[in-house]
């Protein structure tokens, strides 16, 4: 297991149905965790262990670790022997250069030199030339992470044109069926085919390496996580509203208030200006008012201004029917051939089938300072 050092003491445990802690640390004896992201303690179901000639076996609801003793190797396999991955010692080529690290220590002085000092714990796993790695918080790149460097450390990336990112997970979620949770509270880094094609990396700064394997499909593989470090409470209302970032702007209750006051009355003149175009429009193409037919989205500025939008159509002289009656004119009969993957509204598409001309242009766009807000 270790290179260039004399101990190492890796823990092997159940820890729920489908995940396994492997926590690896220089010497006989494991100093005591003094930091932790797992709050949880889910029920690990029903496990057991074998102990064979140079081997040793856990066995959990959904997972299968073999441990061989001599040489020293762990894989990881589902209850029907299907292989997840395993540890890899011999990432080199014919000439004998090796990509990709063993598992061990990283040590800092000769090898001789009594008072070495671990600098970094690294596991080296395989990777199938099919396997997709996702995951690990924040990124701008793109979503499948095989063939980066990903570096697990919270920075400020002032920005999304680099690896940096504020808001770091150390957990990746695979294709294979499985993923790795690390649970260190230092730099923790992920070289998934970055160094090689056959073998990925986890490197741990410090003196330990403590990592959670879990299995099942990605849904699966969040909840046993989530599992360990907490669900969030569900977010109160209004932080699914309007956010308005005071990172290059100064906002006060004040200021934010009369935006919102500017927001909603620039929305209602432009819905009494859409209801009086198309009210001309149709009156063009078919030579009379036609009814319409009012699609609202569901959203909150609708919700918040349901009211006056209502008063604007009896404001015009409108009154409401039943969408049957209003689908009773002719209008609704003119055959529909005009297709396109994304179609213009319903008044285009008539006159294009009845070849009546109109002038598009006419038709207001919303206020500039809207559509540009952020």
């Given at each position: ?18 995940g ?9 004896v ?39 003793l ?124 970055s160094?090689?094609?056959?073998a ?32 969030p ?43 009086e ?98």
């Amino acid at each position: 297991m270790t290179e260039l050092l004399a101990a190492a003491r890796v823990a092997l445990s159940a820890v729920a149905p489908r995940g396994v802690r492997v926590r690896t640390t220089a010497g006989p004896v494991a100093p005591a965790k003094r930091f932790s992201y797992v709050v949880g303690r889910p029920d690990p179901g029903s496990w057991s262990v074998d102990e064979g000639p140079n081997r040793v076996t856990l066995r959990t609801t959904h997972l299968v670790v073999e441990a061989t003793l001599d040489p020293w190797q762990l894989v990881f396999r589902t209850p029907d022997g299907r292989l997840l991955t395993h540890q890899v010692h011999d990432d080199a080529n014919f000439a004998g250069q090796r990509f990709g690290p063993r598992p061990g220590f990283e040590v800092e002085s000769l090898p001789h030199d009594p008072a070495r000092r671990v600098r970094g714990v690294v596991e080296t796993l395989l990777l199938d030339p099919e396997d997709h790695f996702y995951g690990s918080g924040e990124r701008f790149g793109r979503l499948d992470l095989v063939g980066r460097t990903v570096r697990i450390w919270n920075r400020n990336p002032y920005g999304a044109r680099s690896e940096l990112a504020y808001k770091n997970l150390p957990v990746v979620v695979g294709s294979r069926g499985y993923g790795l949770f690390v649970d260190v509270p230092t730099t923790v880094g992920f070289h998934l085919g970055s160094l090689s094609n056959r073998a990925y990396t986890v490197q741990a700064e410090g003196e330990e390496l403590d990592y959670y394997l879990m299995a099942g499909t990605p849904k699966e593989i969040v909840t046993a996580y989530t599992g360990l470090t907490g669900r969030p409470a569900v977010p109160p209302e209004w932080a699914f509203g309007l956010w308005a970032s005071t990172c290059f702007v100064q906002f006060t209750e004040a200021s934010v208030l009369e935006v919102a006051r500017r927001l909603r009355a620039a929305y209602l003149e432009y819905t009494r200006q859409e209801i009086e175009y198309y009210t001309n429009l149709h009156r063009q193409i078919f030579g009379h008012e036609i009814p319409h037919v009012m699609l609202l989205h569901a959203n909150r500025l609708n919700a918040d201004t349901i009211e006056q939008i209502l008063k604007l159509f009896e404001q015009m002289k409108y009154r409401f029917v039943t969408l049957a009656e209003a689908q009773s004119d002719k209008a609704y009969q003119t055959p529909d051939t005009y297709i396109t993957a994304y179609g213009p509204m319903w008044g285009y598409r008539w006159a294009r089938d009845l070849n009546v001309k109109v002038d598009g242009r006419l038709e207001k766009e919303p206020p500039a300072w809207v559509t540009e807000y952020k």
